[in-house]
């Protein structure tokens, strides 16, 4: 995933497998649970996280980060960052509480997104952020890993097997429970 600060654009591009990892950093890689280069040279995906358990764990958050007012704790803002440029605008995950008197940490939504190759979406998200009925398979493909392909403020690119590309809105990721990740099982040649 790469952001496109240079040309000034609001947008990160995820390219699948497009890391260029070298084996040694597979192996060390926490997220990566082994490699097989023996045999079939494919890497062991991940187990899944919530989105929250992610930026516990890759960024330091605590708990103290998230909001747990409503019925599926925990939650996160959605926010933007603003460059030292004052021109480049971008997507980021926001504490719910300020943490630093009149600051709240931030995390970018491509580099944090970019350790990542898939997520699912669980209905709940949406019925908070939209009302009932909200979370049916005719509104969103639910339930299904789905590749990460961009992300910009109208939202994030995924690709469905079933249904090609679909857009998710930013609005569901504040339900930080309902936002599942991993890394998937990819053949070691995608990776290069």
């Given at each position: 995933m790469m952001a496109s600060r240079d040309a000034g654009h609001d947008v990160a591009e995820y390219e699948p497998g497009g890391f260029g990892f070298e084996s040694e950093l597979l192996a060390s890689d926490s997220r990566v649970v082994a490699t097989d280069t023996d045999s079939d040279g494919r890497t062991v995906a991940s187990e899944p996280v919530t989105l929250a358990e992610s930026l516990m764990s890759e960024e330091g958050w605590s708990p103290l980060n998230f909001s747990e007012t409503g019925p599926n704790p925990p939650y996160l803002?959605?926010?933007?960052?603003?460059?030292?440029?004052?021109?480049?605008?971008?997507?980021?995950?926001?504490s719910h509480s300020r943490d630093r008197i009149l600051f709240r940490s931030k995390v970018s939504m491509a580099e944090h997104l970019q350790k990542y190759d898939q997520m699912m979406i669980d209905p709940l998200a949406f019925e908070e952020c939209y009302g009932p009925d909200q979370g049916t398979d005719a509104t969103f493909p639910f339930g299904a890993w789905l590749t990460i392909r961009k992300i910009g403020f109208s939202g994030?690119?995924?690709?469905?097997?079933?249904?090609?590309?679909?857009?998710?809105?930013?609005?569901?990721?504040?339900?930080?429970?309902?936002?599942?990740?991993?890394?998937?099982?990819?053949?070691r040649w995608m990776l290069t």
């Open positions: 803002r959605i926010g933007g960052k603003l460059w030292m440029t004052l021109t480049e605008y971008e997507p980021c995950f926001s994030i690119e995924l690709w469905d097997k079933r249904r090609g590309d679909v857009m998710l809105p930013l609005e569901p990721l504040s339900v930080a429970s309902a936002i599942w990740l991993r890394h998937a099982d990819t053949p």
